[in-house]
């Protein structure tokens, strides 16, 4: 487990998924929190390596064990709204995540993004708002927020997002120009 952990960390995702196997292989009661546990792991081994299919998969089964597990409940919700597939569903899962778990910011913004795809920006950001009032300097939280703010006509406090975001050393240079582009133009419309 620790050694597909490790492979996972360093994002050697076909060898995480070859220990979370071996893993699985050795649990022997298939409707435990571990085996949830090691489902989820190896789910987002999958969707890193763009395998939706089974990570969908593992996770659906994840939360057939565990269906009120906050963090996995996130995990497959977020990524149907990153592939703009089962929204509605996506958004009663993040609700339900947001219940269990109200002070994460990572759940809290997710739920807030949903609202954004789907057009609800008043949702969305009482949403975002409160995740970036619970993690300020996060720079995906700071980008969906400063998007919101655009979509409601604050485009001064957008920009001052994007420009802050764009500060941050951690961030990726390909996400550095995405954020130029929409101090140029806004986000795109969705």
């Keep these: ?5 490790i492979y996972k960390n360093f994002k050697k995702y076909e060898k995480s998924i070859e220990f979370y196997n071996k893993v699985l292989n050795n649990i022997k009661v298939t409707n435990s929190v571990s085996y949830a ?5 190896r789910a987002s081994s999958y969707e890193r390596l763009g395998n939706y299919k089974k990570s969908d ?3 659906i089964q994840s939360l057939k064990i565990m ?3 906050p963090y996995v409940l996130n995990y497959l919700a977020y990524s149907w709204l990153e592939r ?3 929204i509605d569903e996506a958004i009663k899962m993040l609700l339900k995540a947001h ?3 109200k002070n994460d910011p ?3 913004d997710s739920l807030g993004w949903a609202y954004f795809l789907i057009g609800s920006y008043e949702m969305a950001e009482e949403y975002l708002n409160l995740a970036i009032q619970i993690k300020p300097y996060d720079p995906v939280i700071m980008d969906h927020y400063a998007d919101i703010l655009w979509m409601l006509g604050r485009k001064i406090q957008a920009k001052y997002l994007w420009s802050n975001v764009l500060k941050i050393e951690s961030v990726k240079i390909t996400d550095k120009e995405a954020i130029k582009e929409k101090l140029l133009r806004g986000p795109k419309k969705t």
Excluded: C, Q, S
């Design 37 to 41: 546990d090691v489902l989820y792991r």
């Design 57 to 59: 998969k593992d996770l």
């Design 106 to 108: 990572y759940i809290t």
């Design 84 to 86: 703009n597939i089962n």
């Design 67 to 69: 269906p009120d597990e």
């Design 1 to 5: 487990f620790d050694t597909a952990n």
């Design 99 to 101: 219940n269990l778990k």
